[in-house]
């Protein structure tokens, strides 16, 4: 069986500071590692993935997220949190092995204040 | 840009009807999927369509139905309605096939059962 989790429901930045959000997997395999963002009343968005290669992926909106193997985690950071990037986030892990399963973390709210 | 459209935002439906929604999208993608999206539960998969006329059951297929008769738009069908599936509901869709593809996500269609 495959899960993600996102240890933190809420994380609260002051604008300028770094943001991080955490996700650790549970899944067999290499899997593939992919992070979306949804903003109030809508649907999600696609921010970056890991396929394989460099541990560190940089994905849109000045996002990067670090893939480290041996702490099944892969965590989402910002150097520099903007108010626009208060909205949900939500990890989700693919494994190798099967396609069409994409399993979601719970997903964690990230405000930025002003 | 892809576009996924679900017909609509917002719907308030009745215990015991029949409910349809409705998704399209513009891509000619072969996979497409339903989701739910609870508090604290993240996304959780209802069933997907690896192409027309294809369906496979996700984690949680009971109580819903789909139907994909064309290869842009993909039906999820709540055959008697209960409170219990009041929630938001994506629609996504995906090329068939290649390392990490990603899925595209509908703006979500808000179902409230009373």
């Known amino acids: 069986a495959q899960s993600v989790a996102q240890p933190e429901d809420q994380v609260n930045v002051a604008e300028g500071n770094p943001l991080t959000v955490k996700c650790t997997y549970s899944v067999s395999g290499n899997p593939y590692l992919f992070w979306y963002v949804q903003y109030p009343n809508r649907g999600l968005q696609f921010l970056l993935k890991y396929i394989t290669g460099d541990n560190l992926v940089k994905g849109s909106y000045g996002f990067e997220a670090e893939f480290n193997k041996s702490q099944t985690s892969f965590h989402l950071k910002k150097p520099s949190a903007l108010v626009s990037d208060s909205a949900l986030y939500f990890c989700a892990v693919r494994p190798r092995s099967n396609d069409y399963k994409l399993s979601f973390g719970a997903g964690t709210t990230v405000t930025v204040r002003a | 840009d892809v576009k996924v459209t679900q017909s609509s935002r917002y719907l308030v439906k009745r215990t015991g009807e029949k409910v349809f929604l409705e998704c399209v999208q513009d891509?000619?993608?072969?996979?497409m999927f339903w989701y739910r999206q609870d508090p604290g539960l993240g996304l959780r998969l209802i069933y997907f369509s690896y192409d027309v006329k294809m369906k496979e059951k996700g984690d949680i297929p009971e109580g819903y139905s789909v139907s994909r008769e064309k290869k842009e738009r993909f039906s999820l069908i709540l055959e008697s309605a209960s409170t219990n599936q009041t929630s938001m509901y994506l629609c996504?869709?995906?090329?068939?096939?290649?390392?990490?593809?990603?899925?595209?996500f509908g703006a979500g269609t808000r179902l409230s059962v009373l």
């Open positions: 891509m000619d993608h072969e996979n």
């Open positions: 996504a869709s995906r090329v068939q096939g290649g390392s990490g593809n990603i899925q595209y």
